[in-house]
């Protein structure tokens, strides 16, 4: 009898090794293998990411899976004005080398952009490819261009068309009635005078990417407030944006999204610009490593950046950086959680032409960034001029290039 009982012990064992070695002993790799995040913010690098075709660095993608067959994969600030982009339901195939598991579908976003993805995974690390296409392309992906500059002077100046979309009204009883449409002018003249002298087109791709032909022309504020307070004829001032030359932007350094009617989202990818800036410039620095260190602060506390920010800069005592930390905590988060995020933009279509402008909660924190700066160099304090702005919208006056 106690030898039948220790055969039916041994058989229970035999049969529970058995079960353990089916559901993980003939998989590839366990799921706490691949159940992590991928990504380049330390060494080694996991992750190989490519969007619409160019490389992203600096950026974190999680996957987890319960049973090495199916699992879910989380892009992070990949999709631009989503944290986060969780895509379900991702099959898990075992390569013909049987040395990685590879996966590919397409997935809807919760901001209704398409995505195929394609990859590969391994407890190392991870390729991913994703080809994006987002739910309101075909209202917005176009080419842009500034409309003709075209102002007219009949005893004072008659703005017709021009490059910037300025439109500002006074606070009631703020004193402001006579001095806010004053301001608008100035700015509206300096604006078109100034923006084509940056810019000679816009792009807004289906995908998402963002570029812009930007001059390599040095840019002198002297001419441009002498166009601003000259008589200049419209033909006369674009010979001068003639002779400018431009060129045209990395693609992957500022994306776009449509996230209802009216309002856009403009994403910088941080880690992108830094180390493209360091392979710019003369300093022998893995370019890796800063898109990495970017995204390190990325996901850091705002506070806590700012604290940290102090610190450093009591030994570097950078101008610049002593302007940032003059901001109070709450415009710095705000400021913080654009460049995380994205900016938010505001977009109306009308009568042939596209206004992109910001309003004017987005414009109080930049105000409240630069103020030291205006008050330092100019001896003007702006701190009181926005109470006397009730609606502030500043931004780009756009028509499709034909």
Known sequence: MKTSKKLFYVACMALLLASCEKTYNDKLFWPGEISQEYGSYIKPYTLDLTYSGEKLAGKTVNFKTE????GTLTLNDVIPGENTTPINDVQLNESGEKDAYTFNGTSVTKTGAEVKYSGRITPKAMQLSLEVTMAHYGSVANTYVFPPYSHTYEGSTVRNSGASYVRM??????GGAFLVPFIQAIATNLLDALLPHILSDITLEKNGITTAQYTTSPINMDEIMDIVNSEMSDADFQSIINNRTYTLSPKGLIFWNQINNTNLVMQLNLPQILSLITQNSEQNIDSQLIAGVSEALLKSDPIRLKAALSTVNQILNNKIISYILQVDDTTFTTIFSWLKSGIPVEMNQENGH?????????????FSAIAPIITENLGMDISGLLGMIDTMDIGLDLTTQK
Do not use: C, Q, R
């Open 67 to 70: 049973d090495s067959e199916t």
């Open 169 to 174: 009204t006074a606070t009631e009883g703020s």
């Open 354 to 366: 596209t206004y992109l402008y910001v309003n004017k909660n987005t414009i109080i924190p930049i």
